[in-house]
């Protein structure tokens, strides 16, 4: 063995090696080249050697823990609890629909909690490997990388009347589940995203897309954002056209301009349905979130009218609220980029708008400032009686009650075993009354 490792090679066999190994290594990154780009030149010896190329990738993947589902800041509340906390005699007889993702469990649930006590009452696990298998996937918005049940979020879940479940994730497909996480019925007509809002009469306004766009000469990539209204049964009754919207109110300065292609303009993240008339609005009239242009606008379907909007002074914000008849609240991110990140300013506020003073302010400013509430994208508020407002901060993975004066009466931490925060997924306050009714026709299904 010593007289062949240490015998003498001639040059010229060691040059012949080196011109092998070199051909070698070309013909092998041609073929992974090949294989790469799918062109089938080299019939299966391209996927095979791709997949040999891929082989430190793979082994990698595999010894990495996958945190995609964790919240975007996972140790940021470190020194908190995992799940509720309550203040001393504060807590009230309602619910929340607490949508987010189990870290110990790798999945979405939905739980629909009693403040209470704190006690999950019934539990939905939405099982999109079942839910999707077979979906139609030939859409150029959606990225398909949420469509399996470890990597899928039930976003702004709602209960229908009939103690149905109704649920999606962003670029996703529509479905209702029973009380067991079964399909009762599925909408693959459109993919949805972002909120889901009542219209008062069975049904939801619910952000959707136009695809083909119709717009002349537009690239195959435009998000063309859609208002969809969906029937109780999961009818779609209309899907309307934000872009197109804009344009028949010559708002075209809005989509398009000469300085810079923007795909995704407009990015409808919240419909408030107008339930009932008042001074400034009417019943079907729409509130309109467009978070890329930092504008809230009031729409009227029935005769094609922008009634009111105006951008700013939120910020990239999500959720609009009527609280009364005669002002609306936005939770406002204050998030803004000059080029060296996404940022938010201090933290989020909930702004309110008055249409008989035409005034905006900050009334709960307290409230958000001293539990420094800041997400930099999603996120919602939901005020409750007396004055508390309810904040999902999905970013933190943490959902907070709060007092007018800032007091966390309430507060829940999404983190799992390992220490980590996960997403939340727009959770939903209910009165004693809605959650009440909801456990009765849920009563006796599933082990509830």
């Known amino acids: 063995m010593q007289r062949l490792l240490f015998a003498k090679v001639e040059f010229w066999v060691v040059l012949v090696l080196f011109l092998i190994g070199a051909l070698a290594a070309v013909g092998f990154g041609t073929a992974v080249l090949d294989g790469e780009r799918e062109s089938g030149r080299f019939g299966p010896i391209g996927p095979a050697a791709l997949a040999v190329a891929e082989i430190p990738d793979t082994v990698k993947e595999l010894l990495q823990k996958d945190l995609s589902m964790a919240a975007f800041v996972p140790d940021r509340f470190a020194d908190k609890p995992a799940g509720w906390t309550f203040a001393e005699a504060v807590r009230e007889p309602g619910y929340v629909l607490l949508s987010r993702y189990d870290g110990d469990r790798a999945r979405h649930v939905v739980e629909l909690v009693s403040l209470a006590d704190g006690a999950v009452k019934h539990e939905w696990l939405p099982d999109a490997d079942t839910l999707l298998a077979g979906a139609p996937r030939e859409s150029l918005i959606a990225e398909y990388t949420n469509w399996d ?61 136009v695809e083909p766009s119709k717009i002349d000469r537009i690239a195959p990539d435009f998000v063309e954002d859609s208002l969809a209204h969906v029937a109780a049964d999961g009818t779609v009754l209309e899907n309307i056209s934000a872009a197109e919207i804009l344009l028949r109110h010559g708002m075209e300065y809005a989509l398009f301009t000469a300085g810079r292609y923007q795909k995704d303009p407009v990015h409808i993240n ?83 708008h008055d249409f008989d003073t035409g005034e905006t302010g900050n009334p709960w400013a307290a409230a958000m400032e001293k539990p420094e509430v800041k997400t930099l994208f999603e996120g919602l508020f939901q005020r409750l009686p007396d004055g508390r407002v309810m904040v999902e901060e999905e970013n933190s993975g943490r959902l907070l009650i709060l007092g007018p004066s800032g007091d966390t009466l309430a507060e829940f931490v999404n983190k799992a075993g390992d220490g980590l925060a996960y997403r939340m997924g727009w959770s939903r306050y209910m009165s004693a009354e809605e959650g009440d009714a909801a456990l009765a026709k849920l009563s006796g299904s599933c082990g509830s």
């Not at 729409?299 to 939120?314: A, H, N």
């Open 149 to 209: 049940t470890r990597h899928y979020r039930a976003i702004h879940p709602i209960l229908s009347g009939n103690g149905a479940l109704i649920v999606k994730d962003h670029q996703s497909f529509l479905y209702a589940l029973d009380a067991c996480s079964k399909k009762l019925w599925g909408q693959t007509g459109l993919l949805f995203h972002h909120s889901t809002e009542s219209d008062g009469a069975g049904g939801w306004w619910i952000p959707s897309y």
């Open 270 to 352: 919240d419909i408030e349905p107008v339930l009932k008339d008042g001074p400034y609005w009417k019943k079907g009239d729409l509130f309109l979130s467009f978070r890329h242009l930092s504008m809230i606008m009031l729409y009227r379907p029935s005769t094609d009218e922008i009634v009111w909007q105006q951008q700013g002074p939120w910020l990239a914000q999500h959720d609009v609220d009527i609280i009364d008849d005669h002002r609306i609240a936005v939770f406002n991110n204050r998030a803004y980029d000059k080029g060296t990140g996404a940022r938010v300013h201090g933290t989020n506020q909930i702004t309110v």
